[in-house]
């Protein structure tokens, strides 16, 4: 997105989110993709998931930072986005629940205003519920690492567009 307008970059050092991204990642963290995600109405629901960054072998980890910048409006039954908080800590796997909708204790974010910022740990288990509204929900998702951390494949800007003035 960057190559598209420049000034998608201020996503990267969002003044509110910047100090979080310091504090969990360390003040040389680094970009690692980023998308512009829509949920359709009639969509049929992502299925519980994270990618890493919990428990492994007794230690916890955080490897990637995942910050959804929401761009549209989002209240109950319009395909909400939806978290189990603090299930980064847990050390079973999602696989055996992914079907499932509903799990104890998730929160569900079904309040939400055009501009409000989620943060979040990527091992925290999360998910997108099924739309059944006539509306899109839409997301700009970009996911930050650690130093060491590489950006991904199809996602790093042209040459053009880091020499901008
Ligand atoms: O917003 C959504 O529906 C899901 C996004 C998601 O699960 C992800 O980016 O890992």
């Given at each position: 997105?960057?190559d598209?307008?420049?000034?998608?970059?201020?996503?990267?050092d969002h003044?509110?989110v910047?100090?979080f991204?310091i504090?969990?990642?360390?003040?040389d963290?680094r970009?690692?993709?980023?998308?512009?995600y829509?949920?359709?109405?009639?969509?049929?629901?992502?299925?519980?998931?994270?990618?890493?960054?919990?428990?492994?072998?007794g230690?916890f980890?955080?490897?990637?930072?995942?910050v959804?910048y929401c761009i549209?409006?989002?209240?109950?039954?319009?395909?909400?986005?939806?978290?189990?908080?603090?299930?980064?800590?847990?050390q079973?796997?999602?696989?055996?629940?992914?079907?499932?909708l509903?799990l104890?204790?998730?929160h569900?974010f079904d309040?939400?205003?055009?501009?409000d910022?989620?943060?979040?740990?990527e091992g925290l288990?999360h998910?997108?519920?099924?739309?059944?509204?006539?509306?899109?929900?839409?997301?700009?998702i970009?996911n930050f690492?650690?130093?060491?951390?590489?950006v991904w494949q199809?996602?790093k800007?042209?040459?053009?567009t880091?020499?901008l003035?």
């Amino acid at each position: 997105m960057f190559d598209v307008d420049a000034r998608f970059a201020r996503f990267l050092d969002h003044p509110v989110v910047e100090p979080f991204l310091i504090a969990f990642l360390g003040a040389d963290y680094r970009h690692i993709d980023n998308d512009l995600y829509y949920t359709y109405p009639g969509y049929k629901g992502g299925g519980w998931h994270r990618p890493t960054g919990h428990v492994i072998d007794g230690k916890f980890i955080c490897p990637m930072v995942k910050v959804f910048y929401c761009i549209t409006d989002v209240g109950p039954n319009e395909g909400e986005f939806e978290v189990i908080p603090g299930s980064h800590r847990a050390q079973f796997s999602p696989a055996d629940y992914h079907k499932r909708l509903d799990l104890p204790a998730q929160h569900i974010f079904d309040d939400v205003n055009a501009g409000d910022i989620i943060l979040f740990n990527e091992g925290l288990i999360h998910n997108g519920l099924p739309n059944p509204s006539q509306k899109t929900r839409k997301t700009i998702i970009v996911n930050f690492g650690r130093r060491d951390a590489g950006v991904w494949q199809g996602y790093k800007p042209l040459s053009q567009t880091l020499n901008l003035d």
